[in-house]
């Protein structure tokens, strides 16, 4: 998501910030316009240098070729991937690619996702015990955000498999953003149950907390209500939270569960405290998304003692922002106070091609949109040069021409939850990412 003008454009803003928490193989030739030679410029010569080819973004392919990414990758225990657009097939099949291979080499266990952490508990029990439909639990725990999508079927559905085959070493699935736009009802349980169980005694005094909280099943709608009554049950959640932090022993896998339940209450009523009239408040909310994501990331990472590949729009898992007015400290710039050189921030930018986005405020259809081929002064139009027609690179190594290239601030294709943006994105690429992923191409996801 980037621009921000005016109050509706600012309401608009927080809506896709609570509605977001909700092909072939391509070939790994040189592109005939794009092969290296002298005449090349200097970045894209250097970038030649640290280039590994991408031979295909289909999951179930041949992985020879993510040998290298998985070096780079380290020890990393949570792995950023970006998406450039939140609609594009290319990105959603390459995560899905992607985290196969880290699974199935690097030992990772879970996939993160920036939708909320309540549907992330309805898809993770579908992995760990149902035997239901994969479609219709994806449908029913992301239907009208970006994952909405077939691209998602595949993955859950291979996570699925995987746990059947390996019982021993299961993956999960798990939402880091706060509960929007809707705090569903088993949040609230894991609360109250824990509680039944362990200090019946309680249950009055949570109750009178609960009082006006429960349900939040219309996040939008409850941000037009007078902020003197968001505020004041912002300060109630905070209460639950603090109650609910002496009922039990840290350590305690069950306490510690439920603590995290209340945590994401009270961060989702502080979240809707944010005044869609004022831009400080926004910006304010905003980064306090971001660094939710990164503590619910980092606080599933110390307690399941996995490895993660987390996967958010470019602008979430980066350092920076294509917007830092709005985005002035994001989730992957968290991660790395938290984790240091544990954190690994992986881009995405594309030349042309086709995705799904919006193109008004408030409500609307996910609609197909084609750019064409990037022009002279974007960051594309230079990364397209390279001899690859896909490719990564890990940008950390990057000889001082491309270094020098880099770390200056380009328009970008940068394509979240609306567009066209109300001004064109920038990115310094060396600035916000650590490795980069570029494709010549993508095509819109598929709708289920």
Same mark, same amino acid.
């Given at each position: 998501?980037?621009?921000?003008?005016?109050?509706?454009?600012?309401? !608009? /803003?927080? %809506?896709? &910030?609570? @509605?977001?928490?909700?092909?072939? +193989?391509?070939?790994?030739? #040189?592109? =005939? !316009? /794009?092969? %290296?030679? &002298?005449? @090349?410029?200097?970045?894209?010569? +250097?970038?030649?240098?640290? #280039?590994? =080819?991408?031979?295909?973004?289909?999951?179930?392919?041949?992985?020879?070729?993510?040998?290298?990414?998985?070096?780079?990758?380290?020890?990393?225990?949570?792995?950023?991937?970006?998406?450039?657009?939140?609609?594009?097939?290319?990105?959603?099949?390459?995560?899905?690619?992607?985290?196969?291979?880290?699974?199935?080499?690097?030992?990772?266990?879970?996939?993160?996702?920036?939708?909320?952490?309540?549907?992330?508990?309805?898809?993770?029990?579908?992995?760990?015990?149902?035997?239901?439909?994969?479609?219709?639990?994806?449908?029913?725990?992301?239907?009208?955000?970006?994952?909405?999508?077939?691209?998602?079927?595949?993955?859950?559905?291979?996570?699925?498999?995987?746990?059947?085959?390996?019982?021993?070493?299961?993956?999960?699935?798990?939402?880091?953003?706060?509960?929007?736009?809707?705090?569903?009802?088993?949040?609230?349980?894991?609360?109250?149950?824990?509680?039944?169980?362990?200090?019946?005694?309680?249950?009055?005094?949570?109750?009178?907390?609960?009082?006006?909280?429960?349900?939040?099943?219309?996040?939008?709608?409850?941000?037009?209500?007078?902020?003197?009554?968001?505020?004041?049950?912002?300060?109630?959640?905070?209460?639950?939270?603090?109650?609910?932090?002496?009922?039990?022993?840290?350590?305690?896998?069950?306490?510690?569960?439920?603590?995290?339940?209340?945590?994401?209450?009270?961060?989702?009523?502080?979240?809707?405290?944010?005044?869609?009239?004022?831009?400080?408040?926004?910006?304010?909310?905003?980064?306090?998304?971001?660094?939710?994501?990164?503590?619910?990331?980092?606080?599933?990472?110390?307690?399941?003692?996995?490895?993660?590949?987390?996967?958010?729009?470019?602008?979430?898992?980066?350092?920076?922002?294509?917007?830092?007015?709005?985005?002035?400290?994001?989730?992957?710039?968290?991660?790395?106070?938290?984790?240091?050189?544990?954190?690994?921030?992986?881009?995405?930018?594309?030349?042309?091609?086709?995705?799904?986005?919006?193109?008004?405020?408030?409500?609307?259809?996910?609609?197909?949109?084609?750019?064409?081929?990037?022009?002279?002064?974007?960051?594309?139009?230079?990364?397209?040069?390279?001899?690859?027609?896909?490719?990564?690179?890990?940008?950390?190594?990057?000889?001082?021409?491309?270094?020098?290239?880099?770390?200056?601030?380009?328009?970008?294709?940068?394509?979240?939850?609306?567009?066209?943006?109300?001004?064109?994105?920038?990115?310094?690429?060396?600035?916000?990412?650590?490795?980069?992923?570029?494709?010549?191409?993508?095509?819109?996801?598929?709708?289920?």
């Amino acid at each position: 998501m980037t621009g921000n003008a005016g109050n509706g454009k600012r309401l !608009a /803003a927080a %809506a896709l &910030a609570l @509605a977001a928490v909700l092909a072939p +193989a391509t070939a790994a030739c #040189a592109s =005939p !316009a /794009a092969s %290296a030679s &002298a005449t @090349a410029p200097a970045p894209v010569r +250097a970038l030649d240098r640290i #280039a590994h =080819p991408l031979r295909s973004t289909q999951p179930g392919t041949d992985t020879a070729d993510l040998r290298a990414l998985g070096t780079i990758v380290g020890g990393a225990k949570v792995v950023g991937l970006g998406e450039a657009t939140h609609g594009s097939h290319e990105f959603f099949a390459l995560k899905d690619r992607a985290f196969r291979y880290l699974v199935e080499r690097k030992g990772f266990t879970t996939f993160a996702l920036e939708i909320s952490w309540s549907a992330g508990l309805r898809i993770d029990d579908y992995l760990q015990h149902g035997d239901g439909d994969a479609r219709q639990v994806v449908h029913e725990t992301m239907a009208g955000s970006p994952w909405d999508r077939e691209e998602f079927v595949t993955l859950v559905q291979w996570m699925r498999d995987h746990n059947r085959r390996h019982p021993d070493r299961p993956v999960h699935f798990m939402g880091d953003d706060i509960g929007a736009p809707k705090l569903d009802e088993p949040v609230f349980d894991a609360v109250t149950d824990y509680v039944r169980r362990t200090h019946p005694q309680s249950l009055p005094r949570l109750n009178k907390l609960l009082t006006g909280l429960r349900p939040l099943d219309d996040a939008i709608g409850y941000l037009k209500r007078p902020l003197a009554e968001r505020q004041q049950n912002a300060s109630r959640a905070q209460q639950l939270l603090t109650f609910m932090g002496g009922q039990g022993k840290p350590g305690d896998d069950d306490f510690e569960f439920a603590l995290q339940n209340a945590r994401n209450i009270a961060q989702t009523y502080t979240f809707l405290t944010l005044n869609a009239d004022d831009q400080d408040s926004l910006t304010a909310m905003e980064r306090y998304r971001d660094q939710v994501m990164a503590e619910t990331t980092a606080w599933w990472q110390r307690r399941a003692g996995g490895r993660i590949l987390l996967s958010a729009q470019d602008d979430h898992v980066g350092y920076t922002a294509t917007d830092p007015t709005t985005y002035p400290k994001t989730q992957g710039s968290f991660l790395r106070d938290t984790l240091g050189a544990d954190y690994l921030a992986i881009g995405t930018t594309f030349d042309q091609g086709s995705f799904l986005s919006k193109d008004q405020a408030l409500g609307g259809e996910w609609k197909k949109f084609t750019v064409g081929p990037a022009g002279p002064g974007t960051n594309e139009h230079t990364l397209d040069q390279v001899r690859y027609r896909d490719y990564y690179a890990d940008l950390r190594k990057a000889p001082a021409a491309a270094r020098t290239w880099l770390d200056i601030p380009r328009p970008t294709y940068n394509v979240g939850t609306q567009f066209p943006n109300d001004k064109t994105p920038e990115t310094a690429i060396g600035r916000a990412y650590d490795v980069l992923v570029h494709l010549h191409t993508v095509r819109a996801a598929s709708k289920l």
